[in-house]
Each structure stands twice: as structure tokens, then as C-alpha cells.
């Protein structure tokens, strides 16, 4: 099993990005509001370079949050669900589209009893 990971900048695709996850087997997740870490230094007052991060983050038009969504997953799934998300998304390695990872999960539980 997998844990993946999507970090959503564009939120507007959420409501499309989980009903295509849903055709595509995913029942189950967890999404939560977020800020990029870039966002979060900007704010700080008291040192030169944040006030300069601060400008580029401006400039750049970074939205102020992001949505991160995870899912517990068998590992034959994983590419589906990739393919599933890219289908909405497009390419993540276009500059502030967002990000997915997944991690190995050694143990779940709650996910209801195997048929």
C-alpha cells in the first residue's frame, strides 16, 4: 500500500479532480487547505530577505493556498490514480501547478475489512 500525496494550487480543480479520482476507484481521502512555504516566509517583517521573497511571491501571482489531498492506496492503483490526476491537472512541471508523491505505508487501519 501507498500513501499519495497532490498538492493542488489550481483549488478550482477540485471538485473536477475528485469525481474523476472517483471514477477511477478512489473512495476514500482526505483533503485538506494549505499554504506554500514560500507564502509563509514572505510574511515575516523582520528580516531583508523575506520583504524580497515577499515581492516575488507577488509578482509571481502566487495564490494563497493550495489544497492537499492524500489517499490510502493498493499499490497496483497508484498509476491510475497518477494518469487520473494528470488528466485534470496537466503537467505538474509547469511552475505552480502543484506536486504528488506517494510513500510506502507499512500498516492501515479503518479502511473497513477486505472481501
Not at 516566509?41 to 511571491?57: C, K, Q, S, T
Not at 510506502?104 to 475489512?113: D, I, R, S, Y
Request: glycine share 8%; aromatic share 6%.
Amino acid at each position: 500500500m501507498q500513501a499519495l500525496f497532490v498538492v493542488l494550487k489550481h483549488v478550482e480543480l477540485v471538485n473536477k479532480l475528485i469525481h474523476t479520482l472517483a471514477e477511477a476507484g478512489v473512495h476514500g481521502g482526505t483533503i485538506i487547505d494549505s499554504t506554500g512555504m514560500a507564502r509563509a516566509l514572505a510574511e515575516y517583517e523582520d528580516l531583508p530577505f523575506f520583504g524580497m521573497l515577499r515581492r516575488i511571491v507577488q509578482d509571481e501571482g502566487e495564490k494563497e493556498s493550495s489544497k492537499t489531498m492524500f489517499f490510502v492506496l493498493e499499490d497496483e492503483k497508484v498509476e491510475s490514480v497518477k494518469e487520473a490526476i494528470h488528466k485534470v491537472v496537466g503537467n505538474l512541471n509547469k511552475p505552480n501547478s502543484g506536486i504528488i508523491f506517494a510513500v510506502p505505508v507499512t500498516f492501515v487501519e479503518g479502511l473497513g475489512e477486505k472481501k
